[in-house]
Each structure stands twice: as structure tokens, then as C-alpha cells.
């Protein structure tokens, strides 16, 4: 049952000068894995040539998160059985994950000519399109995947994941749904969809999806770290509360203490509660420690730049962009590029970060969404910025996100009759009923365009559905509820 699953979080070298962390979902805790370690390791001395304990070792190193030591026994392993095909599978996984994708793409091409399964075929050529970065043709192969086999998880988790990194949250989330309507206590599948829920902005369905998964896996890492991040949403940082949440974090700490994600966590407790140098200390303490791991540097220029102190967050951000450049690229760390360097004043410097962001992903809605209000916002490029938003609504036409992204960088433009048509297109694609949690900036957005353009009856209605939305929104975020009401209520004021 899934419910025995776990997850646990290991720390990998990628190469020489950059490290990272990665989730493994396993099909129980591992409990005494160095002294089966030793014991595998003694048999194998022993008996060189015997290939399942030598499995049983490669699939060991691999929980444990030793990867470069998991590679070469796996290889010994497919060298004696050719013609076991899990063992090449696991080996593409590995090698994709740690970005040597010409290995992993040979890996699976060899798993491809031994499966004589029609979705597993269409799985692994799956895997290769992923590796090669074709991510519309690995969409289509794990679809086809999951209509020869609908009753097989995997299929609907890889056709998922897929479709995240496509940054299609509506399909991801359908296929997540799939997974839970074969197995409702899939605590992957919750994750997952509370994920998504939040990015579509349905609150009250992703907290339901966390209640779930809490329940079913309290001590989960991935489960508590959305835990904790929903408390810290709602500033459950003082009092008891406080402590729990404390508490919370201090326990996951202990279990993942290299991570990054944790640390932040960390960090926003301590900045929440009004302590903000002893959260950039913690912050500041991990890059020390963990100095080639990106994300450790991006999240450090996050709290400098909330914080006012621009040219250090600069600073902090182009260490994770040079750690992570030319071997795992990575869009947060481009898209905080974009919000901080502007503001230090570095305009050329910006320009060829947005030229390098649209290189390599030039099927990201949220690439192209970035790109065009930087153009209009700081670059004064006001045409070609609009231009540049309204492709991010023909990558996703039927997400709200890119519309509504694209009624506000028109509305910055002054082009505000196309931004109206732009919000109200978002707007539809939105279940205001649900309390979404996107309908709030978009009405704020749509009233205060509709005052730009003099129509003050229009703009007093969007603003006073803003308002009736947030009484929800104060509940999830009140932090966010009250940026949005003093919006709205300073857009009111304005009336003649």
C-alpha cells in the first residue's frame, strides 16, 4: 500500500563545484542501511560474480544517495544480465538526475530494444525526450503510456511531471487526480496536487489535499515541509502556535539537515516573528556550509533584496546563476536574475540574462511572461514587451495565469482597453466561487484599469469583488489579504 511509502531527502555532487539535493520516494523507511551495507559489500568480495546481491547493492547506494557509487554496480550488473530491463531503467533515472543525459539517453535506448511491453516501451521513449529536452514528444509518450496501461501509477506520475515542467498546472493536476482516484492514500499524489491546487489558486482544495496527506504521512519530509510552509503562510509563528510550528521545523532539520528548502524555512520563521538579522543569519550560515549549492545562494538573495540591500542580493543571486549556468540551469534562479538586477541599476546586464532565459526555455509561459514586464517596467521597451507577454498566452491559452500576467504588464504599458480584455479573458478561466486565490489581484487589477480609463462605476464593482474575496484570502495568507485590501481601498480613495 502506499500509505508504507516514504520519502527521504539526500544531498549529491553533480560535479565538481556544484551540489544539490533530491527527494527519493521509497517503498519503506531505510533502517540500518550502513550495516547492510557492510554486509553486501563483505558477500560481494567474496562472491564477485553474483549479480543480485550486486543489485541488491547498486539499489542500497542508491537510497542512501550515493549515486557515483551506485552507477558502476549497476553497470556490473547489466554487464552479467543484459536483459534485465529494471536495472537499466533505474540506471537512466540516476544518470538523468544527475544531468549526464547523453549516458542516460544511451541507458534507455538499451532498456528500449529489451522491453516487450507496448507502455513500457512508451515510457522509456518518454524518459528519452525528457533527457533530450523534447518536452511536448515526452508529453505524448507517457500519454500513450497511460492509455495502454490506466491502471499503472507510474505512467500518470511521469505524464504529471512532465507536464509541471511544461508548467501545464491544469493538465498536471488531472493527471495527479488519476493517481489518487487508483489510490486515494497515494501521499505523492496529495503532495502533488496540493501543489497544483495552490498554483491554479483553488486554496480550500489544496488544503484539503495537505490535510490528507498529513494524516496519512505525518512524518513524510516533503508532506512536513508543506506543513510547515502552510503555517508560516498563515504567520503561525507566535504563542503556542508558534512553538509548534518551532517545533515542526526542528524536527525536520534534524532529518534533512543539508537541505536548503528547510533552511529557508528556518529563515522565514525567524523574519515572520520580527527577528529578520537572525533569519538572514541562517540564511547566510548555509551558503557558508553549503557554498556550491545554488539554491542556497538564490534563497539568501530573496531575504537581502526583501530587505532593501539590492547590490548584496545581486551579488548572492549571480553566485547561484555562475554555479548552476552551463550544467542544471534553472528558471527561479533566471527569474530572480530579473527582479534583482534591475534594481541595482544593471540594464545591460539584465538584457542578456532575458536573451540567455528565452535560449533555453523558449516553451516556458513564465519565461516569456517575465521577459515582457521587464521590458516594459525597466527597459521602456513597451511594444515588444507586450508582444513578448501575449506569447506566454498562446503557450498556455487556457490557464488564467498568462492572461491575467498579461492584462497587468499591458495595464504597466498603458495599453489599459487591452488589458481589461486581457484580465477579464483570465478572469474566466478562474472559479471566483471557490475563493481562488488569483481572483483577488485580478479584480484589483481590473479596477484599477477601468479608473485609468474613467470609468469609475466599473472600477468601484471590481474593486469591491476584490474586497469580498479576500475575507477567504485573509484566513490562507493575511500577510498577502492586506497588501491586496490597502490596494484596493487606496484605488477607492482616488474617486472624484
Aim: one cysteine or more; aromatic letters at 10%.
Amino acid at each position: 500500500m502506499s500509505r508504507n511509502f516514504t520519502s527521504c531527502l539526500v544531498q549529491l555532487s553533480i560535479y565538481s563545484g556544484l551540489d544539490l539535493n533530491a527527494y527519493l520516494v521509497l517503498n519503506q523507511k531505510p533502517t540500518r542501511q550502513n550495516q547492510k551495507l557492510k554486509t553486501l559489500k563483505k558477500y560481494i568480495e567474496q562472491y564477485n560474480s553474483g549479480w543480485k546481491k550486486r543489485l541488491e547493492l547498486a539499489n542500497l547506494l542508491y537510497e542512501m544517495g550515493r549515486w557515483s557509487e551506485a552507477i558502476p554496480e549497476y553497470y556490473q550488473v547489466i554487464k552479467a544480465q543484459s536483459q534485465l530491463i529494471q536495472p537499466h531503467i533505474q540506471l537512466g533515472k540516476i544518470l538523468h538526475l544527475l544531468n549526464r543525459k547523453g549516458e542516460a539517453i544511451a541507458v534507455y535506448k538499451s532498456a528500449l530494444v529489451l522491453s516487450k511491453n507496448e507502455a513500457t516501451k512508451q515510457h522509456i521513449i518518454g524518459s528519452i525526450e525528457s533527457c533530450r529536452g523534447n518536452t511536448k514528444a515526452a508529453i505524448a509518450a507517457f500519454k500513450s503510456a497511460t492509455a495502454l496501461e490506466p491502471n499503472n501509477l507510474a505512467h500518470w506520475i511521469a505524464w504529471g511531471k512532465i507536464q509541471i515542467e511544461a508548467e501545464d498546472f491544469a493538465a498536471a493536476l488531472s493527471s495527479f487526480e488519476t493517481v489518487l482516484s487508483l489510490d486515494p492514500h497515494n501521499f505523492m499524489g496529495l503532495n502533488y496536487c496540493h501543489d497544483l491546487l495552490l498554483a491554479l489558486g483553488n486554496i480550500s482544495a489544496a488544503e484539503r489535499c495537505l490535510n490528507k496527506a498529513v494524516t496519512i504521512a505525518s512524518t513524510d519530509v516533503q508532506t512536513q515541509k508543506r506543513l510547515i510552509t502552510n503555517r508560516l503562510r498563515k504567520r503561525l509563528v507566535f504563542d503556542a502556535e508558534g512553538k509548534q510550528t518551532k517545533k515542526l521545523i526542528g524536527s525536520l532539520l534534524k532529518r534533512a539537515s543539508g537541505s536548503a528548502e528547510i533552511h529557508n524555512l528556518l529563515a522565514q520563521y525567524y523574519i515572520l516573528r520580527g527577528e529578520k538579522q537572525k533569519g538572514i543569519e541562517v540564511s547566510k550560515k548555509f551558503t557558508q556550509e553549503h557554498f556550491h549549492n545554488p539554491h542556497a545562494w538564490y534563497y539568501y538573495s530573496q531575504y537581502l533584496f526583501e530587505l532593501g540591500k539590492h547590490e548584496i542580493a545581486a551579488k548572492a543571486i549571480l553566485q547561484a546563476y555562475e554555479l548552476s549556468v552551463g550544467k542544471l540551469r534553472d528558471r527561479e534562479i533566471y527569474r530572480a536574475l530579473c527582479k534583482i538586477l534591475p534594481a541595482t541599476g544593471r540594464l545591460e546586464q539584465t538584457r542578456s540574462i532575458i536573451t540567455e532565459m528565452l535560449k533555453y526555455f523558449p516553451e516556458s509561459w513564465t519565461v516569456w511572461s517575465t521577459t515582457g514586464k521587464i521590458l516594459v517596467q525597466y527597459l521602456q521597451e513597451c511594444d515588444r514587451g507586450c508582444y513578448y507577454s501575449l506569447q506566454a498566452t498562446k503557450l498556455q491559452p487556457k490557464l488564467a495565469d498568462p492572461w491575467l500576467r498579461h492584462g497587468r504588464i499591458l495595464s504597466l504599458a498603458g495599453k489599459y482597453e487591452k488589458a481589461i480584455a486581457a484580465l477579464i479573458q483570465g478572469w474566466q478561466f478562474l472559479c471566483p466561487e471557490t475563493q481562488n486565490l488569483k481572483s483577488v489581484s485580478a479584480a484589483v487589477w481590473l479596477g484599477e484599469s477601468y479608473q485609468a480609463l474613467g470609468d469609475n462605476l466599473s472600477s468601484q464593482e471590481w474593486l469591491e469583488t476584490a474586497c469580498q474575496q479576500i475575507q477567504e484570502l485573509i484566513k490562507f495568507n493575511p500577510a498577502t489579504a492586506n497588501y491586496w485590501y490597502d490596494r484596493a481601498l487606496g484605488t477607492s480613495r482616488r474617486f472624484p
